[in-house]
């Protein structure tokens, strides 16, 4: 059963760093589009950053660029999400996320919590 296994979220202080990881196991991580999403409160879940199987042009939400950036270890089944800058606007769930590219079967992770004080 495939399964997507969050840790390195906290609280920290605006203009801090976190390190998200999300470690895949259960599934063929090398076809996955392996990426994160978040969830603030009374939102809807958006986009942060997905990174394809080939690891080749990360894609991400056009407000996070250049403070967020994602990466992922084929050989670890782990995609990481480097978070700098943080702002009391980055507070939420941030959800492992993967879609097998030859079945199109997506997974979700349990979520992480985020927390920025100003």
């Known amino acids: 059963q495939a399964q997507l296994a969050e840790s390195g979220g906290g609280l920290v202080q605006a203009g801090g760093s976190l390190r998200l990881s999300c470690k895949a196991s259960?599934?063929?991580?090398?076809?996955?589009?392996m990426g994160w999403y978040r969830q603030a409160p009374g939102k809807q879940r958006e986009l942060v950053a997905t990174?394809?199987?080939?690891?080749?042009?990360?894609n991400y939400a056009d407000s996070l660029k250049g403070r967020f950036a994602i990466s992922r270890d084929n050989a670890e089944n782990t995609v990481y999400l480097q978070m700098n800058s943080l702002k009391p606007e980055d507070t939420a769930v941030y959800y492992c996320y993967a879609k097998n590219v030859l079945s199109m079967t997506e997974y979700w992770g349990q979520g992480t919590q985020v927390t920025v004080s100003a």
């Open positions: 990174k394809t199987p080939g690891g080749s042009s990360p």
């Open positions: 259960g599934m063929i991580f090398a076809v996955n589009v």
